[in-house]
């Protein structure tokens, strides 16, 4: 699983060793990472051979990234927002957002609205980090685990929160119980695993389709390196789109899901 | 225009031809490691099963999708958004045979 590091890598840990000093003398959380009853949850420090070789992953940098393209990008797009004319940013924007729109709409019946921020917002991210991968001198940040899981956790935890908040705690884990009583504490548990099993496919979808591109594309340029890789890298443009969709779908359709009245 | 969409194939251009040079290098030094074997034989037997069970699956999603629309134009974009869905899920399952034959590889 060997990455080429991206053009960010060292500048930002350089000026982390400049702010804070090497990074073998971090603390130990930063270190070690965290580690609950046994299980070691978040990762460490960059180690190579067991030295603590820098203080942030390539990941975090090309998340860190997007994150301050997606912060300056979008209020500079909404702040240019005219009704008569829009601009060139505006129609592209409005074209995603629109679409986001629809399906929200179809797949959150009522009041889907509210829930436009947070769907776009990973629609927007995963988007931008995925086309990092089409530029040779940036890595995108969703070709690690990491990355994927925590934006898969933050999606589970999110939609998990709606539908506690709609139902209630009691009222949202009758859901998990299933038409009849006699079944239900089998069918609790098979709901609850599938709950979780929601949160994983997530990561695994969209860190598989990422890191593969990525792996097909790096070896495919060892054997050919002008003109075969170039399918690959089409079709990585393709994936880029598309796994930002499927996450966003996905995303809205377990809102729907859990906020779901029966009454309608 | 002519001038724009030449500047624009010629960034196109640089943007996917150099990444192949770059990149030809690094894989020349990743060396494959000895061991067994087993790893790669059960990772290629792993992915070779799951793309082909994958391609069956959604060659017959597709192909559902694709008589639907046939026989109800009207109905295009909801059968088109339901294939959709369909497939990628589909999907997903092979990438997930994908991931663990690279963690097997290895090993």
Same mark, same amino acid.
């Given at each position: 699983m060997e990455h080429a590091h991206s053009i960010l890598?060292? %500048?930002?840990?350089?000026? *982390?060793? @400049?702010?804070?000093? %090497? $990074?073998?003398? $971090? %603390?130990a959380f930063w270190r070690d990472g965290v580690t609950i009853g046994g299980f070691h949850v978040a990762g460490g420090a960059v180690r190579e051979e067991g030295q603590v070789v820098a203080w942030l992953p390539d990941h975090v940098c090309m998340a860190l990234l997007v994150f301050a393209i997606c912060a300056v990008l979008f209020p500079l797009l909404a702040r240019s927002y005219r009704r008569e004319e829009p601009g060139t940013g505006q129609n592209i924007v409005e074209v995603f957002v629109d679409f986001l729109r629809g399906m929200i709409k179809e797949n959150i019946p009522h009041h889907g609205e509210k829930y436009l921020p947070i769907v776009g917002g990973f629609f927007f991210f995963i988007f931008i980090a995925n086309a990092f991968g089409w530029f040779f001198f940036?890595?995108? %940040?969703?070709?690690?685990?990491?990355?994927? *899981?925590? @934006?898969?956790?933050?999606?589970?935890? *999110? *939609?998990?929160?709606?539908?506690?908040?709609?139902?209630?705690?009691a009222g949202y884990l009758k859901n998990f119980l299933g038409p009849m009583l006699a079944i239900a504490p089998l069918l609790f548990v098979i709901e609850m695993i599938g709950n979780f099993a929601r949160a994983l496919s997530l990561a695994m979808r969209l860190f598989g389709n990422i890191f593969g591109e990525h792996m097909a594309k790096d070896i495919f340029s060892g054997f050919v390196p002008i003109l075969v890789p170039w399918p690959i890298q089409a079709l990585g443009l393709l994936a880029a789109f598309l796994q930002a969709y499927v996450f966003a779908l996905l995303c809205s359709v377990y809102i729907g899901g859990a906020t779901a009245h029966e009454s309608h | 225009m002519t001038k724009k969409?030449?500047?624009?194939?010629?960034?196109?251009?640089? !943007?996917?031809? #150099?990444p192949g040079l770059a990149m030809a290098e690094e894989a020349g030094k &990743? &060396? #494959?490691?000895?061991g067994?074997?087993?790893g790669h034989l059960s990772a290629a037997f792993a992915?070779?099963?799951? !793309?082909?069970?994958g391609a069956l699956a959604q060659g017959r999603a597709a192909a559902s999708a694709c008589d639907g629309? !046939?026989?109800?134009?009207? !109905?295009?974009?909801?059968i088109r958004g339901m294939a959709f869905l369909a497939l990628v899920l589909i999907e997903s399952l092979v990438i997930y045979a994908l991931v663990i034959a690279f963690v097997i590889q290895g090993k």
């Open positions: 890598y060292a %500048p930002l840990n350089r000026l *982390f060793e @400049l702010l804070f000093g %090497p $990074a073998s003398g $971090a %603390p940036l890595q995108p %940040p969703t070709s690690n685990l990491n990355t994927t *899981f925590a @934006l898969s956790i933050s999606c589970f935890l *999110f *939609f998990n929160a709606a539908g506690i908040r709609e139902h209630g705690l | 969409l030449g500047t624009l194939a010629a960034l196109l251009a640089v !943007a996917l031809l #150099v &990743a &060396a #494959v490691s000895g067994a074997g087993w992915i070779g099963l799951a !793309a082909a069970f629309i !046939a026989r109800n134009p009207g !109905a295009t974009g909801q």
